[in-house]
């Protein structure tokens, strides 16, 4: 970079040091030879640090380089160049910045939206056998309660039966005994 390019313009409390930097290279790239918009910004520049008045500084520096060919239609040319070098510049900045920004936040936003939605689904998943389970639950209580009663008819039955067995069995048994006694 040239002697003092990157002192030619003044930084603000809110000038990025980097982008800074990175558009007075850009500058530097672009500056065209002789003495032009750059270099009478930068006579101005060294003027003003000399505690010479801004306009003083301009009319001094714009005289000097009169006497090496600069007119004031070559001075505005060469900064309408640089500023079309500058907007160019932010142009790819822009492209990039959007590029980004898709790569960066969009495609997270779209995966963060696909996520919720697996979410919501497995969510839903869960609802269904959750209430699946309760159904079987439901039906193991009541199998349970079912098997319980079965048990008890059946021991029922199983009781009445070898009662009534039993019963039968004894008149069987005593007819015989009679028979067997008395004929």
């Known amino acids: 970079m040239s002697p003092g390019f990157e002192n030619i313009f003044l930084r603000t409390p809110e000038s990025d040091e ?47 380089a009169a006497t090496v060919g600069l007119t004031r239609d070559k001075l505005l040319d060469t900064a309408a160049s640089y500023q ?4 160019q510049e932010k142009a790819q900045f822009d492209q990039a910045l959007s590029k980004q920004i898709t790569d960066r936040i969009e495609t997270r936003k779209s995966e963060a939206q696909k996520l919720q939605a697996k979410i919501l689904s497995h969510e839903e998943q869960i609802k269904k056998l959750q209430a699946e389970i309760l159904q079987f639950k439901e039906k193991v209580d009541n199998t349970d309660k079912d098997i319980a009663d079965a048990e008890s ?7 009445k039966f070898e009662q009534t067995f039993i019963e ?4 069987i048994d005593d007819d015989v005994s009679y028979v067997r006694g008395n004929l």
């Open 168 to 171: 039968i069995m004894k008149q």
């Open 153 to 159: 008819r059946i021991k029922s039955s199983q009781e």
């Open 84 to 87: 079309k070098v500058l907007l």
């Open 18 to 64: 980097k982008s800074f930097i990175f558009l007075i290279k850009a500058l530097e790239r672009s500056n065209q030879p002789g003495f032009d918009y750059l270099e009478f910004k930068q006579s101005v520049s060294t003027l003003v640090s000399m505690n010479i008045d801004f306009d003083t500084a301009v009319k001094s520096a714009f005289t000097t």
